[in-house]
């Protein structure tokens, strides 16, 4: 009688509920591989996704159990939506109560879309018209990697170096503030991240010779609350007497100018563009530096700090708390700018407060997030410039032959500038204590030239030609054990893998490839559960909520560009696009039906796209 | 001396300040020029956006047959002089016009 209820229920499209979806550890046969656990904070309802990484803790976890892995092959489009814009797709959409947020790549075009309708029509439309002339000056394609919401207001960064907040209401501008000159080569493709009355902002243009920079802004009205550059003298980089490094070559006075020569700090980039996260109890944030400028590294002698590194700072005031340079004098191009997952692990009888980095470099590493010790540091895919990092030092061990030399080609180093895994962020899963992420298998033959600081062009000198490692896949996908450093399972994938990743509460896994298809995977075993083809690359961040009609829908945005153009001569590679998909079990919910549904807009979406948009 | 004859001629043809779209470069398929081209190419950082085989990256590829701006070799000298709206800095006050020209002989010499 039960189950011919439920059938009766499913068949009349009324919405499954949600069973336990709050309780992680609801699934008494799934046992966790690790002990790892996570501060979900600050703890949305279920069905909500706020900010990109939908916690503080960057988990990207949902708790959402209606899609599973019983239905989750009868997942189908339930409605889709274009932009119209070309350049990569890099953002996750944000649901905030009924309404969907999201922002196009330039020229930044935000929408809000109304869940609760038909076809989720535009509820408004807003064009900030950021300065075209910040097309070249930025280095990876013309992207946004996400948006926030807070008090109200849509906020975001748009690539001209100005922030802006709409009302998230009606789409009226209520603030906009310039942080840096975009003809010197600053850009802003970063994240904005919303705590309290504070949203944390880092620059971008580490091609460019530019002076990194991360600041808080004030919610109400986008006036500066601190700035802390990551290169120059202690005081303009928030480094005080509260600053703690864990390993004694990173404790010293004015390290930022001192581990350069003259005055190469001032183009030395450093430039904080990644994700950030934020510890409550702490009451700190966490983010990354990029590389060194020039990226020839012949030119700058020295462990160029604070480059390639971590920082953890204030939240309120900004005063640095400790750092850890991942790739000291970095030759590589291996920014530090990867996602910080914050977790708490079982760590020899005891338990740590960790974050866990997959960087750039090819180490995934567990730091402890309290003074900056890495307990653990393991290759999490193929790399040859290190044998190890030296636990007692932090120090890698570099292999004699990964250093590059001006003029002359040196075959063969892997990874090359683009890292074992870039900006896309992986997730984590308190049910299983595992990290998912999306990685390379690349290799690069590097010639390195003599490079000039010239204002608002890239100051740069990599030659690389790019190519796959052993085995010939560009990408993969992993399952990730922080505590004991190694991979639980992992699939290969025939281009480089870009996506971000969600997780949910039933142990499903979703992410994208290159080549455009969407999968499902069993967080435990690694096997694919379902797979489909679309429109274009998959290298933005999925993500699950609940409609205002109660069911479960995952969404993603489609449209290459970014760094996945690294892999623009490889068969398969697909055209641009601009789609945002939106599934749900059997295409049920808002967007289809047996009767002539219509859609309800408040607003046009805007005509002005000029036919050039794709190229620059 | 073949260096001096080039100078010699471009100092004489005072129309190349005013460079249109229908200009003919008057080094291309000079080897000097093109040689002297590659090594601005890089010393100018053109390289950063175009690649150092041409093939785009930060900025568009220069070695197929799609030209926003145009693709004769006097558009591609005005595109270099003067910039562009969406992002390539302008050089004429960085670069000289043989500079320029040189430069465009590269570019011409590697067109598919």
Redesign the interface.
């Known amino acids: 009688m039960r189950r011919i209820l439920l059938v009766a229920t499913l068949m009349s499209g009324v919405a499954i509920p949600a069973l336990s979806a709050d309780d992680p550890k609801s699934d008494a046969a799934g046992k966790s591989f690790t002990g790892a656990t996570a501060n979900l904070a600050p703890g949305d309802a279920p069905g909500q996704w706020t900010r990109q990484s939908r916690d503080y803790a960057n988990t990207r976890y949902s708790p959402l159990t209606q899609i599973n892995k019983g239905n989750v092959g009868r997942l189908r489009v339930a409605w889709s939506f274009s932009d119209g814009q070309m350049y990569g797709h890099e953002g996750a959409p944000l649901v905030v109560g009924d309404t969907m947020y999201l922002v196009t790549p330039f020229p930044n075009i935000a929408y809000a879309l109304d869940l609760s309708k038909p076809g989720a029509p535009i509820k408004w439309v807003f064009q900030p018209n950021p300065d ?9 394609d013309k992207v946004l990697r996400g948006w926030a919401y807070a008090d109200g207001k849509l906020i975001y960064n748009l690539l001209d170096a100005n922030t802006v907040a709409v009302d998230a209401a009606t789409g009226k501008e209520v603030w906009r503030v310039k942080l840096d000159d975009v003809t010197n080569g600053t850009t802003l493709t970063q994240s904005a991240f919303v705590v309290g009355d504070k949203v944390y902002v880092g620059s971008s243009g580490g ?1 460019l010779g530019t002076n990194g920079w991360f600041q808080a802004l004030d919610v109400k009205d986008g006036h500066t609350v601190w700035k802390a550059f990551t290169n120059g003298p202690d005081s303009g980089m928030l480094i005080g007497p509260g600053f703690k490094p864990f390993y004694s070559w990173m404790v010293g006075k004015d390290l930022g100018v001192s581990t350069w020569p003259g005055d190469m700090w001032k183009q030395g980039a450093s430039a904080p563009w990644g994700f950030v996260s934020y510890d409550p109890d702490r009451n700190e944030v966490y983010y990354g530096t990029s590389n060194p400028g020039p990226r020839t590294p012949s030119q700058r002698p020295g462990l160029n700090l604070w480059s390639s590194a971590l920082f953890a700072r204030d939240a309120t005031t900004g005063a640095a708390k400790w750092a850890y340079q991942f790739t000291p004098h970095d030759e590589w191009d291996y920014d530090g700018i990867n996602e910080n997952v914050l977790i708490d692990i079982p760590w020899k009888g005891g338990h740590r407060k960790v974050l866990v980095h997959f960087n750039r470099n090819g180490f995934a590493y567990t730091i402890d997030r309290t003074n900056g010790e890495v307990l653990v540091a393991k290759p999490f895919g193929h790399q040859n410039w290190a044998k190890e990092v030296d636990l007692k030092t932090g120090m890698p061990v570099v292999n004699d032959g990964a250093h590059p030399i001006v003029e002359k080609k040196v075959e063969n180093i892997c990874p090359p500038d683009i890292g074992v895994k870039n900006w896309n962020p992986s997730a984590f899963s308190p049910r299983t204590g595992l990290l998912y992420a999306g990685i390379f298998n690349t290799c690069m033959d590097l ?1 390195n ?1 003599i ?2 600081y ?1 204002p ?6 990599m ?1 690389m030609v790019r190519h796959p490692g052993p085995g010939g896949n560009w990408g993969e996908f992993i399952a990730w054990d922080p505590v004991q450093g190694k991979r639980v399972w992992s699939l290969k994938e025939d281009m480089m893998t870009w996506s971000g990743v969600v997780v949910t509460g039933s142990d499903l896994v979703f992410y994208g490839t290159l080549d455009g298809w969407f999968r499902a995977v069993d967080a435990r075993s690694g096997k694919v559960l379902w797979s489909q083809k679309l429109g274009s690359a998959i290298m933005s961040q999925p993500i699950a909520y609940l409609g205002p009609d109660k069911r479960e829908y995952i969404a993603v945005y489609t449209g290459v560009g970014g760094g996945a ?1 690294v892999n623009r001569r490889v068969n398969g590679f697909p055209p641009g696009g601009n789609t945002l998909y939106v599934f749900s079990v059997d295409g049920a919910g808002i967007g289809a039906g047996l009767t002539q549904l219509k859609t309800d807009a408040k607003m046009p979406a805007p005509v002005s796209v000029p036919p ?1 948009a794709a ?2 | 001396m073949r260096g001096l004859t080039l100078a010699l001629m471009l100092l004489a043809s005072p129309a190349l300040a005013q460079v249109t779209a229908d200009t003919a470069n008057p080094l291309a398929g000079n080897a000097d020029a093109i040689e002297a081209g590659h090594a601005l190419f ?4 053109c ?3 175009h ?3 041409l093939t785009g ?4 590829d220069l070695t197929d047959a ?1 030209w ?1 701006y145009g693709g004769k070799p006097g558009e591609v000298y005005r595109t270099i002089a003067d910039g ?6 302008a050089w004429k006050d ?1 670069m000289t016009v043989d500079e320029i020209w040189q430069v465009v002989a590269y570019i011409q010499s590697k067109k598919q």
């Open positions: 075209p002339r910040a097309i070249g000056e930025a280095c990876c091609e010639t030239h490079v000039k010239i608002g062009s890239p100051y740069d000198g030659e153009g050039a190229h620059n | 890089g010393k100018m950082n390289a950063g956006c690649a150092y085989d990256g930060m900025g568009p799609s926003q562009t709206p969406r992002g390539m800095p960085k």
